[in-house]
């Protein structure tokens, strides 16, 4: 059974950063991308980064390229998110998923099947 657990949230003041972990488990972490998405109270849940399986490809959202920074750690079945520069607009509950096939890539909510519970982050201005 996959189990992913997000941790790391908060409340930050704007310009300030955050870095969140998802810890996974339940299968080869090494196998399978991780992705990060987010959810604003009234919004669709949106894209927010992947990393591939290696870790050596990364896709970002276009509302978080150049503040966020998505890695993984292998050896601790840990995928992180960085952030940077951050912003009301980035107030959100943040969810890691990972889809159910090995090696493969998605950037939409519908090519993950696994979902974390989510972690909170508030951007206060």
């Known amino acids: 059974q996959v189990q992913l657990v997000e941790s790391g949230g908060g409340l930050v003041q704007v310009g300030g950063s955050l870095r969140l972990s998802c810890a996974a488990s339940?299968?080869?972490?090494?196998?399978?991308?991780m992705g990060w998405f987010r959810q604003a109270p009234g919004k669709e849940r949106e894209f927010v980064a992947a990393?591939?399986?290696?870790?050596?490809?990364?896709f970002y959202g276009d509302s978080v390229k150049g503040r966020c920074t998505i890695f993984r750690d292998n050896a601790k079945n840990t995928v992180y998110l960085q952030m940077d520069s951050l912003t009301p607009e980035d107030t959100a509950i943040y969810y890691c998923?990972?889809?159910?096939?090995?090696?493969?890539?998605?950037?939409?909510?519908?090519?993950?099947?696994?979902w974390g519970q989510g972690t909170q982050v508030t951007v206060s201005s």
């Open positions: 998923a990972t889809p159910r096939r090995a090696y493969a890539i998605g950037l939409s909510t519908g090519d993950y099947t696994y």
């Open positions: 339940g299968r080869t972490f090494s196998s399978y991308t």
């Open positions: 990393v591939d399986w290696s870790g050596r490809s990364t």
